[in-house]
């Protein structure tokens, strides 16, 4: 059974941090491109961040500087650091999983939500 499941979501301050967790089971974990995407109410879905098996990463232009991604193989798991962040960083946000090679093979958890607010 594939599982990839978020975790690390709330309600924080304008300014403040969150940092963000996936765990993935079933899967072989190093063979899958893993990434942050998020989606606001009427909005379309867009991407965050990803991060190579090797562990190089790649930000959209909205979050460099601020948000952080890494992976640790050893224990299937993503992490997104985020930080300064603003009311508009307000968002579902969902992990994936992309196999490199096979492009059928795509996960995605179910989301965490993340509400920046005073």
């Known amino acids: 059974q594939v599982q990839v499941v978020e975790s690390g979501g709330g309600l924080v301050q304008p300014g403040g941090s969150l940092r963000l967790s996936c765990a993935a089971s079933?899967?072989?974990?190093?063979?899958?491109?893993m990434g942050w995407y998020r989606q606001a109410p009427g909005k379309q879905r867009e991407l965050v961040a990803t991060?190579?098996?090797?562990?190089?990463?790649n930000y959209a232009d909205f979050v460099k500087g601020r948000f952080t991604i890494s992976r640790d193989n050893a224990k299937n798991t993503m992490s997104l650091q985020m930080n300064s962040l603003k009311p508009e960083d307000t968002a579902v946000y969902y992990c994936?999983?992309?196999?490199?090679?096979?492009?059928?093979?795509?996960?995605w958890g179910r989301g965490t939500q993340v509400t920046v607010s005073s």
């Open positions: 994936n999983a992309a196999h490199h090679d096979l492009g059928g093979l795509i996960y």
């Open positions: 079933g899967i072989i974990f190093k063979n899958y491109l």
């Open positions: 991060v190579s098996s090797g562990g190089s990463p």
